[in-house]
């Protein structure tokens, strides 16, 4: 397999609730040519999320851990604070993991889970 990019798409019943909060509460850069809930990460030119309406989603996810957007920063202390002031539920505060770095879990508003990653240095 020959992939240029790799995409990941999250559907929801309610997807303005979904781009409303990856855009203005995590921060995450939109790109409007891509579609509404075109996101990108790591360069101006990569989308890495989409978040569209699905027909066959209904309410909050039923199993929140089987896909988790994990967000690989350089200083996840200042961003779970971050975004615990801005009303983020964290499911699991920053915990070392021997070996890897640090991870922070939270929810997003279909109960979605994300995870803060840092490298150990």
Known sequence: MDVDQ??????????????????????????????????????????????????GVRGATKDPDRVMLNFLIHDLASEESRLQSRGVTFVRTATEEPGFGIVATFVDPDGNHCQLMQLAS
Do not use: K
């Not at 309610?14 to 990856?22: G, K, S």
């Not at 921060?27 to 699905?54: K, V």
């Open 6 to 55: 790799f995409v990941v798409s999250v559907n929801s019943e309610r997807p303005e609730d979904l781009i409303a909060f990856y855009h203005d509460i995590v921060g995450l850069t939109p790109n409007p040519d891509a579609g509404p809930g075109a996101f990108m990460a790591g360069s101006s030119s990569f989308i890495a999320l989409i978040i569209e309406r699905h027909s």
